[in-house]
Structure formats: structure tokens, C-alpha cells
């Protein structure tokens, strides 16, 4: 595989990524964070986690809310330790 079809290979699978997470945020309006009166609005969050995170970090979350998915669980938890712990970076 060259060097260019590995790097549009990466690409669009980044991009999946960030389709998959909007498309879960979507179903939640807003993401309320424990042991805070914080407030994050999806649209909100979905641009924070494109900004601060890794495609690698990126990769590890989807891994997560397949998971969730596959076993009928909610994501909203995983979003909720994903907004804390984007708050704490910040």
C-alpha cells in the first residue's frame, strides 16, 4: 500500500469516526455531568472531543460505544466520562 492511499485510508476513517460520534450525540440533546451542575449541549460536546482528542484517543472511544451498542447498553454514560475528563484536561 503506498504512502497515499494509507494516508486517505486514515482520513475517511477519521472521518467515520466523527460521523459515528455525531450521529450517537444526536440522540441526546444535551450531556449533564455528575457531581456538577454542568450543562454540555451535544453539538458542544461532539466539537470539543474533535478538537482535543487524538484520532488514536478517537479510535479507543468508538471501540467503547460499539461495545455499549452491541449490548443494547446507553452511550450517555460514556459521554458523561468523556465530558468530565475533557473538563479536567482543560
Given at each position: 500500500?503506498?504512502?497515499?492511499?494509507?494516508?486517505l485510508?486514515?482520513?475517511?476513517?477519521?472521518?467515520h469516526?466523527?460521523?459515528?460520534?455525531?450521529?450517537?450525540?444526536?440522540n441526546?440533546?444535551?450531556?449533564?455531568i455528575?457531581?456538577?451542575?454542568?450543562?454540555?449541549?451535544?453539538?458542544?460536546?461532539?466539537?470539543?472531543?474533535v478538537?482535543?482528542?487524538?484520532?488514536?484517543?478517537l479510535?479507543?472511544?468508538?471501540?467503547?460505544?460499539?461495545?455499549?451498542k452491541?449490548?443494547?447498553?446507553?452511550?450517555?454514560?460514556?459521554?458523561?466520562v468523556?465530558?468530565?475528563?475533557?473538563?479536567?484536561?482543560?
Amino acid at each position: 500500500m503506498n504512502k497515499n492511499t494509507y494516508s486517505l485510508h486514515k482520513e475517511k476513517k477519521y472521518q467515520h469516526h466523527i460521523n459515528f460520534i455525531h450521529n450517537e450525540l444526536r440522540n441526546y440533546r444535551t450531556i449533564d455531568i455528575p457531581n456538577r451542575t454542568i450543562i454540555i449541549k451535544n453539538q458542544d460536546l461532539e466539537d470539543w472531543i474533535v478538537e482535543e482528542l487524538s484520532p488514536e484517543e478517537l479510535d479507543e472511544i468508538i471501540v467503547l460505544l460499539e461495545q455499549a451498542k452491541k449490548r443494547a447498553s446507553s452511550v450517555k454514560p460514556i459521554f458523561q466520562v468523556i465530558a468530565t475528563s475533557l473538563l479536567k484536561i482543560t
